[in-house]
């Protein structure tokens, strides 16, 4: 049984930073692409960020230079560092873990397994 859990979402003023970490369990961690993904009231949910099994990274633009995705495959940890957040960063944060022999790319059907979210809200 696949299980992602997010965590570290929360309220902050803009310019701050927040954390996020997503805990994976039931599957070879390693072998799948892993991204972060968000959804804001009455918009469509994006996909933020990516990393390959190979350490490999990517950035939609809106996010380029403020996030980063990294991961601790010891303890099957991701994490999405969120620097600089703006108003417009406000949004359910979703972690998902890919299927495998898709290419890494940060569109929604790559990813097979979703997080239950965590909520990130960042005041003006």
């Known amino acids: 049984q696949v299980q992602l859990v997010e965590s570290g979402g929360g309220s902050v003023q803009a310019g701050g930073s927040l954390r996020l970490s997503c805990a994976a369990s039931?599957?070879?961690?390693?072998?799948?692409?892993m991204g972060w993904f968000r959804q804001a009231p009455g918009k469509e949910r994006e996909g933020l960020a990516i990393?390959?099994?190979?350490?490999?990274?990517n950035y939609v633009d809106s996010v380029k230079g403020r996030f980063t995705i990294s991961q601790e495959n010891a303890r099957n940890t991701l994490y999405l560092q969120m620097n600089s957040l703006e108003p417009e960063d406000t949004a359910m944060y979703y972690c998902?873990?890919?299927?495998?022999?898709?290419?890494?790319?940060?569109?929604?059907?790559?990813?097979?397994?979703w997080g239950q979210g965590t909520q990130v809200t960042v005041s003006s």
């Open positions: 039931g599957y070879t961690y390693r072998a799948r692409c």
């Open positions: 990393i390959a099994s190979d350490g490999q990274t």
């Open positions: 998902a873990a890919g299927r495998p022999y898709m290419p890494c790319t940060p569109h929604e059907n790559v990813f097979a397994y």
